[in-house]
């Protein structure tokens, strides 16, 4: 079992920064890609941004240039630099760990709130 838990979010105005964090414990040894997640209300959940254990990353076209996702291994962390962000932008920010293990492994954090608001 993998455990994931997101801080760093909150409140600012457009325009500004937020880092996210996600801490993750237990079993990652068979962990691959960690990613982040968003969903607002009404809507699905998509994919912000992902990174590999080699270090390849996947925006989406909505937040490329603007967030960069980022991982240390020492410290079983992954990142998510928020900048310019936009209205468009709130949402609850989920962490994703995805890995195989005689069968696919697929875990997920809490969430933690962003809102953008002036």
């Known amino acids: 079992q993998v455990q994931l838990v997101e801080s760093g979010g909150g409140n600012v105005h457009p325009g500004g920064s937020l880092r996210l964090s996600c801490a993750a414990s237990g079993s990652i040894a068979n962990i691959y890609a960690l990613g982040w997640y968003r969903q607002a209300p009404g809507k699905e959940r998509e994919m912000v941004a992902t990174?590999?254990?080699?270090?390849?990353?996947l925006y989406a076209d909505s937040v490329q240039g603007r967030f960069t996702i980022s991982r240390d291994n020492a410290k079983r962390t992954a990142y998510l630099q928020m900048n310019s962000l936009k209205p468009e932008d709130p949402a609850v920010y989920y962490c994703?760990?995805?890995?195989?293990?005689?069968?696919?492994?697929?875990?997920w954090g809490q969430g933690t709130q962003v809102t953008v608001s002036s």
């Open positions: 994703n760990a995805a890995g195989f293990s005689e069968g696919p492994l697929l875990y």
């Open positions: 990174i590999t254990s080699g270090n390849s990353t």
